[in-house]
């Protein structure tokens, strides 16, 4: 008499189970994330997607992980949070994806997290430095990238080495530029170091551009750091070009590199970016090198880029954790591996990762454009 409830205790232990492992099956692996691909931004998204792509093809090509192929779709949600949580659940309840990976922006993660948590879907690797995301461990969120806290450190410590004392935060004022305003404060604040002027800019107003160029005029700062990403960057900069203020200018790696070369040409010299993922083009760097080689495979005219970079990383080590999870792949044998690797090190680049801690990398280099438009370290 007891048979058919001790079959419905097991059928629904089962279910419990894979709760949260769909997108798993015999011959694939389902990724997908809401990203924007459209708008400023959009450029330099396009190429963390194209980069995680060049390492699932050659890992396809190789059979896939334990047998199972990846397949990664990418929906625009043209920098929207409520877009990124139509588009997540989208992609969790039509699309069935197993993870959510590499997905943009602060307040889309932030968004889209509990959806994750009541699916029990991890999302991995988000391309966000948010202290609030990294403060508080979350059995469904892995960061791979260091956070914007380290980065703004960075940054402060390089002007306190080299006597800058009046400088300026020029900010977007959207879920990034508060984000990185925020981390400057910090940073600035933990080094005893006051701003002569923060400058507001909405990205969405043109004539935003030369109030800020004029304000910025105004305080005559020997930098600025510029909590601004995409096309927002290189227009402020060029406004400020029309008045009498010549200062250093000082971005995150969320700034485009190839969007400012492109839209200041030798007016770009001399920007200092974060970065934080290694060298582009240091070929002594085996993440580097095979990155560069899987490029010229696919194009042998295609120009390198930092943010592919990134997502051919984002992509080697999520497919480190996938091969460490074992045949039996599951939500939950994908967070316990990620948390008993320990580190993954590709150089002086090292994503660490423990019960503790999701964190992933603290890796934060600043380099200067040069007066060919490269990166010198």
């Known amino acids: 008499m007891f048979r058919p409830f001790i079959l419905m205790l097991a059928l629904w232990a089962l279910g419990a189970a894979h709760a949260g492992d769909r997108g798993v099956t015999p011959t694939e692996i389902r990724l997908g994330a809401s990203a924007v691909l459209s708008g400023p931004l959009g450029p330099q998204t396009l190429d963390y997607g194209a980069g995680a792509r060049l390492y699932f093809d050659a890992i396809n090509a190789q059979g896939g992980v334990h047998g199972r192929k990846i397949v990664y779709k990418l929906l625009d949600d043209g920098f929207d949070p409520k877009r990124a949580v139509e588009n997540t659940r989208k992609l969790i309840e039509e699309d069935n994806i197993f993870m959510v990976f590499n997905n943009t922006g602060t307040a889309h993660t932030m968004a889209i997290m509990p959806l994750a948590e009541e699916t029990r879907t991890i999302v991995f690797g988000p391309v966000t430095g948010s202290s609030a995301l990294r403060n508080k461990v979350s059995p469904y969120l892995f960061h791979v990238r260091a956070g914007y806290a380290d980065e703004a450190r960075r940054i402060i410590a390089h002007l306190k080495d080299t006597g800058i004392t009046r400088t300026a935060i020029v900010f977007q004022d959207d879920s990034l530029g508060n984000a990185l305003r925020a981390e400057l404060q910090g940073a600035a604040k933990a080094a005893q ?61 969320i700034a485009s590199v190839d969007l400012i070369r492109r839209d200041l040409k030798e007016d770009a010299r001399g920007i200092i970016v974060a970065q934080v993922m290694p060298p582009v083009r240091n070929k002594t760097l085996p993440v580097v090198a095979e990155y560069l080689k899987a490029l010229q495979d696919k194009d042998p005219k295609a120009v390198p880029s930092a943010f592919q970079l990134e997502g051919f990383i984002h992509a080697r080590i999520l497919v480190e954790g996938l091969r460490r999870a074992g045949r039996n792949l599951s939500t939950a044998s994908f ?36 007066s060919q438009g490269n990166l010198m370290y």
Not at 338 to 361: K, Q
């Open 193 to 253: 170091m006051n701003f002569v002027a923060e400058v507001r800019i909405d990205p969405k107003a043109a004539g935003d551009l030369d109030a800020a160029a004029s304000a910025t005029e105004k305080a005559q700062p020997q930098a600025v750091l510029l909590a601004l990403g995409g096309a927002t960057f290189p227009a402020y900069i060029k406004a400020v070009q029309k008045t009498s203020a010549r200062p250093t200018y000082y971005g995150f790696s």
């Open 335 to 370: 967070g316990k591996a990620l948390e008993d690797i320990g580190e993954i090190s590709f150089g002086r680049f090292v994503a660490r990762y423990s019960p503790s801690s999701h964190n992933g990398s603290s890796y934060v280099e600043l380099a200067i454009i040069d």
